[in-house]
T-cell receptor, first 112, second 115 residues
Framework: GENVEQHPSTLSVQEGDSAVIKCTYS??????FPWYKQELGKRPQLIID?????GEKKDQRIAVTLNKTAKHFSLHITETQPEDSAVYFC???????????FGTGTRLLVSP | SAVISQKPSRDICQRGTSLTIQCQVD?????MFWYRQQPGQSLTLIAT?????????ESGFVIDKFPISRPNLTFSTLTVSNMSPEDSSIYLC????????????FGSGTRLTVV
């Protein structure tokens, strides 16, 4: 089955710096790759997603890139702010009607 | 996207007892999933709740421990049976909505503590 690896497990940056989180997946049939932000005590919230027919997607300070050949995708956050501090999870699924398999999570800490 | 009402939001239970968690969706959905998030960990899929048939369980999870019901396309329950402290986790339901531009939505979670 699908296996998703995520790195780094923790990431500390200064406010205004960029942050990059990387994930790799094992099943070449996966075609949907969402990123979730989870704040303490709250449910995961979708922040951006990408489907396998595109290589990059942006939404303001957040971008996701996908390399299908290498089977990896990355989350890029620019101009980080303290409120970006949270745990971020990547995930993958084969189709929209199959289970999501999650990465192990990255704890991002943005210091003022 | 769909709105999911999950309850209870939290509970403290005695070992050996059972707890049933409910998820109600505001629209009909085909796929519903149940996840477990152990303290400080990622989300792990317990099972896929199938309407009108038995749930599909992931490796390491069994029906006797986590029975699931899915009586219709808007509602599902997960029971955590014969609980032990190791079952202390957050349990979340999730649904897929949309067709071409689908997405996954999560319930607010149930924080379970077993003492």
């Amino acid at each position: 089955g699908e296996n998703v690896e995520q790195h780094p497990s923790t990431l500390s940056v200064q406010e205004g710096d960029s942050a990059v989180i990387k994930c790799t997946y094992s099943d070449s049939a996966s075609n949907y790759f969402p990123w979730y932000k989870q704040e303490l005590g709250k449910r995961p919230q979708l922040i951006i997603d990408i489907r396998s027919n595109v290589g990059e997607k942006k939404d303001q300070r957040i971008a996701v890139t996908l390399n299908k050949t290498a089977k990896h995708f990355s989350l890029h956050i620019t101009e980080t702010q303290p409120e970006d501090s949270a745990v971020y999870f990547c995930a993958a699924s084969i189709t929209g009607f199959q289970k999501l398999v999650f990465g192990t999570g990255t704890r991002l800490l943005v210091s003022p | 996207s769909a709105v999911i009402s999950q309850k209870p939001s939290r509970d403290i239970c005695q070992r050996g007892t059972s707890l049933t968690i409910q998820c109600q969706v505001d629209s009909q959905v085909t796929m519903m999933f149940w996840y477990r998030q152990q303290p400080g960990q990622s989300l792990t899929l317990i099972a896929t709740a199938n309407q009108g048939s038995e749930a599909t369980y992931e490796s390491g999870f069994v029906i006797d421990k986590f029975p699931i019901s899915r009586p219709n396309l808007t509602f599902s329950t997960l029971t955590v049976s014969n609980m032990s402290p190791e079952d202390s986790s957050i349990y979340l339901c999730s649904v897929v909505t949309g067709l071409g531009n689908y997405g996954y939505t999560f319930g607010s979670g149930t924080r379970l503590t077993v003492v």
